[in-house]
T-cell receptor, first 110, second 112 residues
């Protein structure tokens, strides 16, 4: 079992819809959870981070964490074509060790 | 507001050559990291540092070396380049161990 698993996609949504990106992790001791956006040929850009169970909202983005189910998700409301990118889930368990998933490719069509 | 700066942006090496990838940050972060990203794969940690003079291996350290003589700089050295080291290399830094990491623009390295 991979430490951090994401569906590779692509996830296709129409403009204005809600995009839901999911991530599961294997280390129950994980403490910090991050979502990065990566455009093709570019570096990862931090979108959200969450440390506690529940929801955290920032503009059009909501991160959801359920530690009991070892599940973290990212919701993007009112999706725009500019949101089309690969979204990387990263989970920090042991000290200094940040493990990345392979990413979900999101395509938002006009 | 430079953040994390990596040089060079692109490089082609021949098998067996050596080179140093440079990384510097101006955010006074103690923690710095080197990752490689292969097509369709997640980022793999090569080495990391928790402060000047302190470095440790990550998941894929073989074929690489690092040093951390100052807070700002964290160069990655490739000795005897091999085709398997063709990849995109990202340097990152963070304020603390569980804090968000900020990435440089990357170095695209091809070894032929």
């Amino acid at each position: 079992q991979k430490e951090v698993e994401q569906n590779s996609g692509p996830l296709s949504v129409p403009e204005g819809a809600i995009a839901s990106l999911n991530c599961t992790y294997s280390d129950r001791g994980s403490q910090s959870f991050f979502w990065y956006r990566q455009y093709s040929g570019k570096s990862p850009e931090l979108i959200m981070f969450i440390y506690s169970n529940g929801d955290k909202e920032d503009g059009r983005f909501t991160a959801q964490l359920n530690k009991a189910s070892q599940y973290v998700s990212l919701l993007i409301r009112d999706s725009q074509p500019s949101d089309s990118a690969t979204y990387l889930c990263a989970v920090q368990g042991g000290f200094q060790k940040l493990v990345f998933g392979t990413g979900t490719r999101l395509l938002v069509s006009p | 507001n430079a953040g994390v700066t990596q040089t060079p942006k692109f490089r082609i090496l021949k098998i067996g050559q050596s080179m140093t990838l440079q990384c510097t940050q101006d955010m006074n972060h103690n923690y710095m990291y080197w990752y490689r990203q292969d097509p369709g794969m997640g980022l793999k940690l090569i080495y990391y540092s928790v402060g000047a003079g302190i470095t440790d291996k990550g998941e894929v350290p073989n074929g690489y070396n690092v040093s951390r003589s100052t807070t700002e700089d964290f160069p990655l050295r490739l000795e005897l380049a091999a085709p398997s080291q063709t990849s995109v290399y990202f340097c990152a830094s963070s304020w603390g161990p569980n804090q968000p990491q900020h990435f440089g623009d990357g170095t695209r390295l091809s070894i032929l």
